[in-house]
Structure formats: structure tokens, C-alpha cells
């Protein structure tokens, strides 16, 4: 028995932006919609999510009928994906506890465990350099309302922490 899907991996993209755009244009169709001259906040996602869902048909479709079969799907790293998405879910659950910098050290070594290539130095490094970064410019520049340090009594006594 032949096999219908020709080009597994274009289908399932296909199918993958359907889903998404489908999503995106039913959020944004519970928003005003408005025209295109007045256009409301639900008019963007609306469109845009509509757009990606027909492109997702399209790339299923044409996957249905290619003349040449394309490599199949492979197995999805769910292990390397709970180690990327987990610490970034943590880092907005606990900012406001923990503060900026024990969180953005948390994200970025947790987060790198997921490489093949995890070396903890250089890691280390990356990690106190962006946390320096995002301090100047998030907390320093921007004046977001970000703890630099956690709320505890100890470290309300930092000048560096009372930014």
C-alpha cells in the first residue's frame, strides 16, 4: 500500500502552522476586529493568523502530492525542550522573589544544560556577563521596576541591589 503523506516533514509543518494560525486568528477574533482603515486590536492577529493557516494548507497539500518523498520525521527531544522551557517558566514565577540576578544565572546555566556541549566555565561566564547586561540595561537604562536581589532583609542593605 502506497503511503499518501509523500513529504512527512512539509506536512506536518503544514499541519503545525494550521494549528498555530487556526489559534492565533480565534484569539484575535474574541478582540474588536474593526475595518482597514480603523482597524481594531483584534484585526492584526486575525489576519495574520488567517494568512498562516493558509499557508499551513498549502505546505500539507503540496506535501500530499510531491513527486519526491522527503525524509521522515524524527523523534522529538522532549528532554532537551523541558530543559530550555522549564527554567524560563521558573525565571518569570520567581523574579520577583529571587530578583534579576540569582534568576538570570539560574536561566542561562540551567538552560545550557540542554547542549551537547555543556562546558560549566564558559557557561558560567556567559551567564554573569548577560546578567551584568541586562541589569545596565533593563534596571540602569530603562528603569524597569526589577529587583536586582532577592526580598530578603540581608541583601536590602547592598547598595547594589537598592538600584
Not at 503511503?3 to 503544514?14: E, M, T, V, Y
Not at 499541519?15 to 476586529?33: E, S
Not at 499557508?55 to 521522515?72: E, H, Q, S, W
Not at 528532554?79 to 520577583?96: A, D, E, H, R, S
Request: with cysteine.
Amino acid at each position: 500500500m502506497k503511503h499518501l503523506i509523500k513529504n512527512p516533514r512539509d506536512f506536518w509543518a503544514g499541519v503545525m502552522f494550521f494549528t498555530l494560525g487556526a489559534l492565533f486568528a480565534g484569539v484575535g477574533f474574541t478582540y474588536k476586529i474593526g475595518t482597514a482603515a480603523r482597524m481594531g486590536p483584534g484585526y492584526f492577529p486575525l489576519v495574520l493568523g488567517l494568512m498562516l493557516a493558509a499557508f499551513g494548507v498549502a505546505i500539507a497539500l503540496l506535501a500530499l502530492r510531491d513527486k519526491n518523498a522527503g525524509p521522515g520525521v524524527e523523534k522529538f527531544h522532549w528532554n532537551v525542550t523541558f530543559w530550555v522551557l522549564f527554567p524560563i517558566v521558573l525565571f518569570g514565577v520567581g523574579l520577583k522573589i529571587m530578583g534579576m540576578i540569582f534568576m538570570g544565572l539560574m536561566v542561562v546555566i540551567v538552560s545550557s544544560i540542554a547542549s551537547e556541549e555543556f562546558k560549566l566555565r564558559p557557561v558560567i561566564l556567559l551567564a554573569i556577563g548577560l546578567v551584568i547586561f541586562c541589569s545596565i540595561i533593563f534596571v540602569g537604562g530603562l528603569k524597569l521596576p526589577i529587583p536586582l536581589c532577592p526580598a530578603f532583609g540581608v541583601f536590602e542593605q547592598l547598595a547594589a541591589c537598592r538600584v
